[in-house]
């Protein structure tokens, strides 16, 4: 059994369970401060519930959305209508994490990890002062990521100010792990072939559910283990994560015979 299930599960029993209800912008939850989930990356983190049936196709749309990392990039309305309410107003959207991501902070992360194996400066920072202002519908929810190479694995470590655990963690989780394996693939190609897949601690200041979803979550919690079904992912080569950066640059990125991003628009 992939014990990131059980993690997951505990999450939700945490947060419906023994979450304190808060009332942000007149939306009630159930929250918990400070939540530490730790994932196995040699399994899928992938997190699909009979009560809860993970769309898959979106996740990858909003991913190859990041890989583009394209401020303006409107096409990811066509995937989430939710999106339109969070274009800013010179048209943008500060959530496109790809913007920030791609390539230099990437970049730096295997530079920096290559040069150091003990490096703890290998980091990737998304939100930033710019997002911080009352009226802003688009606050990013993501301080930054780092990564470390500690007895031969790679471990990550993501740090959110705020997620949602019914559909913003699913997102986030396979956004963040495909990036987690665009690293790694990157570090095994080159100075350290050895390396091995390791944790990702994923850290909510505020971990919660809305109101709309006490029913999902409940039914979630109720079936259990026996409710989770496993999906795999794709492990990238070296040479098709760095092809997918010159072919996320193109309007042409479905042409292309790179496997990776070929599993990435298959629907």
């Known amino acids: 059994m992939n014990t990131n299930a059980t993690a997951y599960l505990s999450a939700y029993a945490e947060v419906f369970h023994r979450g304190d209800i808060i009332v942000p912008r007149g939306q009630e939850c159930l929250e918990v401060c400070d939540y530490k989930l730790k994932l196995d990356m040699n399994h899928s983190v992938l997190t699909s519930f009979d009560a809860r049936k993970l769309n898959l196709d979106y996740a990858k749309q909003e991913f190859l959305w990041y890989l583009r990392g394209d401020r303006f990039d409107t096409s990811i309305e066509q995937h989430a209508t939710m999106w339109a309410k969070l274009q800013q107003a010179d048209g943008g959207y500060n959530s496109n994490y790809g913007q920030y991501i791609f390539p230099n902070q990437f970049d730096f992360v295997v530079s920096e990890l290559g040069n150091d194996a003990w490096s703890r400066r290998a980091s990737i ?29 790679l471990d990550m470590t993501v740090m959110m100010r705020s997620n949602d655990v019914i559909f913003g963690l699913t997102n986030d989780a396979f956004c963040f792990t495909m990036i987690y394996r665009m690293v790694l693939a990157c ?69 292309t015979d790179n496997e990776f991003i070929k599993w990435l628009s298959a629907t």
């Open 125 to 153: 920072v998304l939100l930033n002062e710019s997002h911080l202002y009352s009226a802003n519908t688009d606050v990013v929810c993501t301080y930054g990521m780092n990564f470390r190479i500690r007895q031969g694995v």
């Open 187 to 255: 570090l095994k190609g080159g100075p350290y072939p050895g390396l091995k897949p390791g944790t990702y601690t994923h850290i909510a200041n505020s971990l919660h559910v809305y109101e709309r979803h006490f029913r999902m979550i409940e039914d979630i919690l109720d079936d259990g283990l026996p409710g989770y079904r496993e999906i795999p992912m794709y492990w990238p080569s070296m040479s098709e994560v760095l092809d997918a950066f010159k072919l996320g640059r193109t309007a042409g990125l479905l042409e």
